[in-house]
């Protein structure tokens, strides 16, 4: 089964220069810090990635606290409004979520504290609709917040939370003039985030949630690449000029309920209209379309609620690219946001996933939209890519991207499909054939019809790619092509139905590069940690040219593999182990950098002990492992 693709993050993007986010902003307000000329600006993002198995991991953040490297107190720069949102991770699929502007006083930070609430009931997750093949819940079943268990809380109910600390990878200098960016990854493709147990005696998976571990500093290169999820809010003012709207930051309510509602924040936001373009309205209530350079006239949309797709500007400004209006909140929520599940070129119709884990079906006819997000080019990210049940065809539409639709009546069934944002467009598999000019992709679903093979080309200029296990050492420009090729070409197998495992990994593209001017190619990829089945270790740890090495045989397999544990410092195997003890489960992360730690794995790793590995496959057969988890007194979940 394969998890989560890339990794959850809480963004902040500190923009030193800005003494607002927009014109005709009241800026910040409630919990948040008010800009002083010896502060920068900070728009809080929060982002994430998609997993073929959940629908929503919401979680809620609590506060954010940078840490001074004078070694003084903590700079809380944000806090949650008194009722605290639930934020779905799995809405993030690499788009960044707007939780405010916050004031940073001038200095360098080295770290940050991410709180959030560790409370029964805290932590939801849903399976996905269509989950793959040996997935431990039903389609769409909701855990029980009694299986949910919550690592390293502190504090007693109802006020649990979890503290998470970060270093940065290079200290954050900030001054009324700089603009840097922060990027705090929380990984949920990490095998340590998630671990799903069968404690004894109990019919039901339970599951670990572990915030302690899969967490670190990955930078962002340039806010205006940011693309943005559809923000919420109220409209609460018209500027003096009719060139932006602010309005107050709304966000759904989770679980959801019917008909959905708004959890109001004390956060104001200030957009601007695109003056260039123009700014698609959309009247749900009117049933109406009209294009605006700015606001004059729209005097009807003060205190209705909003739904905006929004980019940002180099110097920190956010332009509204499309807006959805009404004075329902159901009626600006109720357009399917989420991952597609089917695309079925016989009916045109295709399935997106919805927050609560059900696929909604929707009609493409000839007058469907189809836009990309692409925030970096203002009438790229405005023009259409396709109309029409033709975009349909070649695999140009596919389970898995991310996308936000928009109905003609979200009311009828099936919807009519009138736009579909593509906020993310990810193929991912195994990968072969990979030569310098393309490579192709074969994934295989639970649904066949769902199955693709798609070949690639590279971007024309700036294609990149990056281990998983190694987020900040990215390797680009002239031997990036190459060294792509020689890593993709390893494969281990396990015999029998385990089988063989290849490289695997996700491609993010790009449509109309130069490379292909009317589809997509690849702009970045990452080789992702392989899952393998869970494993019995065959013949004890030892030593070995790579560091250290054991051999284990994977559930259905015939034949063991060498796996490589490395316990070089920067580079070295994550371990942890899985407790049970009095109906509570502890994961421990191991080091084994140290002598204790690798003492702790030598003697955790039994022959026959139960395993669960995620590694990437090497020429020779290996598999090298990133992460290595081993567990006492507990069976680990398929």
Known sequence: MRNNLIGFAVSAVLTGSLAACGSGSGGSSGSLQAASPQSGTVPLIVSDASSDDWATIGVKIISIALVPQDAGANVTVYTAPSTVPTINLEQLDQLGEILGNVSVPVGTYTGAVIT?????????????????????????????????????????????????????????????????????????????????????????????????????????????????????????????????????????????????????????????????????????????????????????????????????????????????????????????????????????????????????????????????????????????????????????????????????????????????????????????????????????????????????????????WWNFAYPTLVDSGNPAIGDFVAATDGSVNFGGAAGPISAWGVSYAKWGDPANSTGWSAAASVLLPVPVPVASVATALAAASSGYSFTATATGGTQPVTIDVSNSSGEATLVYQVDYGNGIVTISPVDITTASGLSTLTAGLTIGAKVKLSGIPQSDGTLKAYVLTYFTNTAPAD
């Open 116 to 464: 959030v609430a560790g409370n029964p009931g805290d932590v939801i997750l849903t399976a996905s609709a269509d989950p793959e093949t040996g997935f431990s819940l039903a389609a769409g079943a909701s855990v029980a917040s009694s299986n949910i268990e919550i690592q390293h809380t502190e504090g007693s109910a109802p006020n649990l939370v979890v503290p998470i600390s970060i270093s940065f990878v290079t200290p954050l200098t900030v001054t009324t003039t700089s603009s840097n960016a922060l990027d705090l990854e929380f990984d949920l493709s990490h095998p340590a985030f998630l671990v799903g147990h069968m404690p004894p005696g109990a019919t039901d998976t339970h599951w670990a949630v572990n915030f302690t571990g899969p967490v670190r500093h990955h930078p962002i290169a340039d806010i205006a690449q940011l693309v943005l999820r559809h923000m919420y809010g109220t409209v609460t003012a018209i500027a003096s000029d009719n060139s932006a709207i602010t309005i107050t930051r709304d966000f759904p309510t989770l679980p959801v309920v019917s008909p959905e509602t708004a959890v109001m924040s004390s956060q104001s936001l200030s957009i601007l209209a695109d003056a260039a373009n123009g700014t698609l309205l959309y009247d749900i209530d009117a049933g109406t379309t009209s294009t605006i350079k700015s606001f004059a006239g729209e005097s009807t949309l003060d205190s209705r609620y909003v739904r905006i797709a929004a980019r940002y500007q180099e110097d920190g400004t956010l332009v509204a690219t499309r807006i959805w209006v009404s004075s329902n909140f159901d009626n600006v929520w109720l357009s399917p946001e989420g991952h597609v599940l089917h695309v079925d070129t016989t009916t045109d119709i295709i399935t997106v996933e919805n927050e609560s884990g059900v696929g909604v079906p929707m009609q493409v006819d000839a007058n469907t939209q189809f836009y990309f997000r692409q925030p970096a080019n203002a009438v790229a990210d405005a023009t259409p890519i396709g109309t029409g049940p033709s975009f349909l065809a070649g695999n140009n539409f596919v389970r898995g991207f991310k996308v936000h639709a928009s109905a003609v009546d979200p009311l009828a069934t099936p919807m009519v499909a009138q736009s579909i944002d593509i906020e993310t467009a990810a193929y991912s598999g195994t990968i072969s054939q990979a030569t310098t000019s393309n490579f192709m992709y074969t994934r295989n679903f639970p649904h066949a019809a769902d199955d693709y093979v798609v070949t690639l080309d590279y971007i024309l200029t700036g294609y990149e």
